[in-house]
């Protein structure tokens, strides 16, 4: 019979860390998604307006503790998307890059088992083609077919 494998006890740390985060993490896009929503249906609010900045700078920065490589380029283009004068802020721009870190972080397991719940050392990740995919369809929106 083969000897169980050993853990690293800092990657077991890191995972522990991870499923006592998510839930955090998960609130601060849930800020960020209601003020898109809001500037969506035409309610924009300053003070919203700067929660989600700090939510999104916050996201930018914590992310990449835990290996997401993509999340965390992601987050940081929301994160100088909110910080540009909100007028001109993309609500298309900014929801697209929202449902792809969703779709990010939705890929990380969130409970403890045989499966490591951080990602994988770099390389190419599956979604990646979901990735280019709303970057096609963001660019197509602004610059035509």
């Known amino acids: ?21 998510k839930p955090e993490i998960l609130s601060r896009l849930r800020v960020i998604q209601d003020h898109v929503a809001n500037c969506q249906s035409g309610r924009f609010d300053v003070g919203t307006w700067r929660i989600a ?34 007028s001109s802020v993309s609500v298309g721009r900014a929801s697209g890059l929202l ?27 599956p979604s990646a083609q979901v990735l280019l995919a709303v970057i096609a369809s963001m660019y197509a929106v602004y610059h035509g077919p």
């Open 1 to 21: 019979m083969p000897a169980p494998r050993e853990r690293d006890p800092l990657q077991a740390d890191l995972e522990r860390l991870w499923v006592r985060s």
């Open 53 to 86: 900045q700090r939510q999104a700078h916050r996201l930018a920065g914590s992310l990449g503790v835990f290996g997401f490589e993509i999340a965390t380029d992601l987050a940081r283009q929301l994160d100088r998307l909110l910080r540009t004068d909100p």
């Open 99 to 125: 449902t792809a870190l969703r779709h990010e972080l939705a890929a990380a397991p969130s409970q403890s088992g045989d499966e490591a719940l951080m990602p994988a050392a770099p390389g190419p990740h």
